[in-house]
């Protein structure tokens, strides 16, 4: 499964982005899939998670509540809507894929893409 993502980029405080990710390779749309985030100096941590039918969502308790993860299994494309973003989402984010649910709540799945760059400015 080769992931693709794209959308990030330069926002102000409280402001909005909406990130993609498309994945291609067989059975794609089968896969659970989330997001991921690296800020400078941090570890890579988990953002959000989605069923591969959509069924089930889990986020972090940092962004409940502001960023909406989905999927349109048709395009093989996961999605995370980011509403009043702060500073400290400033962070290089990653989609990434994987059979298990478990792969993705443990931070290990198979499957990473690129990063694309969030930066919220005060």
């Known amino acids: 499964v080769q992931l693709q993502a794209s959308g990030g980029g330069l926002v102000q405080t409280g402001g909005s982005l909406k990130l993609s990710c498309a994945a291609s390779?067989?059975?794609?749309?089968?896969?659970?899939m989330g997001w991921f985030r690296q800020a400078p100096g941090k570890e890579r941590e988990f953002v959000a998670g989605i069923w591969w039918n959509g069924g089930s969502t889990y986020y972090a308790d940092s962004v409940k509540g502001r960023f909406t993860i989905s999927r349109e299994n048709a395009k093989s494309t996961v999605y995370l809507q980011m509403n009043s973003l702060e500073p400290e989402d400033t962070a290089v984010y990653y989609c990434?894929?994987?059979?298990?649910?478990?792969?993705?709540?443990?931070?290990?799945?198979?499957?990473w893409g690129q990063g694309t760059q969030v930066t919220v400015s005060s």
């Open positions: 990434a894929a994987d059979q298990r649910w478990r792969g993705l709540i443990d931070s290990t799945p198979t499957y």
């Open positions: 390779g067989r059975d794609a749309s089968r896969y659970s």
